[in-house]
């Protein structure tokens, strides 16, 4: 029986991976190079530092930066994404999610955000979602980001439940790939293209119904 659920913030509790794109986006045109939806594709999940990365090498520009301009570019990045998070309001919760964790909670789930994002605890507080996880980890203390499987096995160790009882609920490739190799249950929300390895799938995040994924997990004989 599943005893945990691990959530991604950005793109799975709310819109903040549109933020993140518009602030690469920016970034780009600053620096001569289109960031396209496939390419922000790639970046979803990422760290601020390899989605930068990631951003040069499109344009095989990462050798002509020193590790200080790298720096620049990435608090940059976060100037521009900040000034948006800023109007994040509760409203701002994505569809289904609160109905989904008030279920979770009532029938003693444990709940844990498993977010890559360094601005996590700023965005929960914003949306009124401060006391919603049970646990949130904390980005900077993880040493390998998605897709390495320790954002979600970080949770799990935190209340010590076994990785099979686990349930992560990701929007990007990167996220899902953590999910797989952690060995927990890996629930998709988004387009099949990039999610087409999680365990389940949904469309958008008001198609995330708990029986539904209950069920996925018990016919998968997780
Ligand atoms: C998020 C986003 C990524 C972003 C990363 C780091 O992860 O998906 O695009 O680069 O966090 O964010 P920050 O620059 O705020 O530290 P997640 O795991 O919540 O999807
Ligand atoms: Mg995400």
Redesign the pocket.
């Known amino acids: 029986k599943p005893q945990l659920f691990i959530f991604?913030?950005?793109?799975?509790i709310t819109d903040?991976?549109e933020f993140?794109y518009l602030a690469?986006r920016k970034i780009g045109e600053e620096l001569g190079i289109v960031v396209d939806r496939a390419l922000n594709e790639r970046?979803?999940?990422?760290?601020?530092m390899?989605?930068l990365n990631r951003v040069l090498a499109a344009a095989s520009q990462a050798k002509e930066m020193t590790e200080h301009e790298k720096e620049q570019w990435?608090s940059k990045?976060?100037a521009i994404?900040q000034q948006l998070i800023d109007t994040i309001k509760p409203s701002d919760v994505l569809p289904g999610i609160s109905e989904l964790i008030r279920e979770l909670k009532e029938r003693q789930f444990k709940l844990a955000l498993?977010?890559?994002?360094?601005?996590?605890t700023f965005v929960l507080d914003k949306l009124g979602l401060q006391d919603a996880f049970d646990y949130v980890v904390d980005?900077s203390k993880i040493r390998f980001?998605?897709p390495h499987p320790e954002?979600f096995t970080n949770a799990a160790d935190y209340f010590s439940i076994p990785y099979h009882a686990c349930i992560g609920v990701?929007?990007?490739e990167a996220?899902i790939e953590a999910i797989n190799s952690a060995g927990m249950f890996s629930v998709g929300v988004g387009c099949l293209d990039a999610l087409h390895q999680a365990n389940y799938i949904v469309s958008d995040t008001s198609q995330l119904k708990l029986d539904r994924i209950v069920e996925a997990y018990r016919l998968a004989a997780w």
């Not at 991604?8 to 799975?12: I, K, P, R």
């Open positions: 991604d913030l950005d793109g799975v903040t991976a993140h690469w970046l979803k999940g990422v760290s601020r390899e989605s990435a990045k976060n994404y498993g977010s890559a994002s360094r601005n996590a980005a980001g998605k954002t990701e929007d990007s996220g």
